[in-house]
């Protein structure tokens, strides 16, 4: 229904329809050098997603990633994602944030991003925390970085929302949020914590 367009090679055989190229639908695109068709489904092993941003600027993109498992589902209107290594990068230029995942789930009606990863980290105190680490790319705030076990990213308002953070170290400060929730709008803005 004119949901997707699909521009590279396909081969079509009695048993299956592939393709090496580039899927664009619903404001993304996503590239893989082997995707496999069915009638409302597709999936790739090993592709390339981007989301571009709601008001189209020219090259502008809210969220990117690479070296992903992809299932994309128009039925249910959702895309899964699994890391294909140790956590893949992901990049929020609008945000000036990246964070390491082990799966994201994209809701494409909601515009939502569900993130999750169980990578273990073991801090200076000896602290074990899991989740995906989140990194400040601002040149002002030298690596900023906390871990959430849990995170959502509204890709229309571009708002990474972090839940279950432990703490996060600030120069030679610890705080401790005391929601454990941590917001973070465009330009690394962090909204204030009590």
Not at 8 to 31: H, Q, V
Request: some cysteine.
């Amino acid at each position: 229904n004119g949901q997707a367009e699909f521009r590279g090679r396909y081969d079509l055989t009695p048993e299956l329809l592939s393709g090496d190229g580039k899927m664009d639908f619903a404001n993304s695109e996503l590239e893989s050098n082997r995707m496999e068709f069915k009638q409302n489904v597709f999936d790739a092993d090993t592709a390339d997603f981007r989301l571009k941003t709601a008001q189209q600027e020219v090259g502008a993109l809210a969220f990117t990633t690479n070296n992903v498992n992809a299932h994309i589902d128009f039925n249910e209107r959702t895309g899964d994602f699994q890391s294909n290594g140790k956590g893949t990068f992901v990049n929020f230029p609008v945000n000036q944030y990246m964070c390491f995942m082990d799966n994201f789930k994209w809701y494409m009606d909601k515009s939502d991003i569900e993130l999750g990863s169980n990578k273990k980290y073991a801090d200076k105190s000896d602290v074990e925390l899991s989740g995906s680490e989140f990194i400040s790319t601002h040149p002002d705030q030298d690596s900023l970085r906390f871990i959430a076990p849990k995170a959502k990213y509204d890709v229309k308002n571009y708002i990474i929302s972090a839940k279950d953070v432990k703490y996060i170290n600030v120069a030679d400060a610890r705080i401790y949020p005391d929601s454990g929730n941590v917001v973070i709008e465009r330009k690394a803005v962090m909204r204030t914590l009590k």
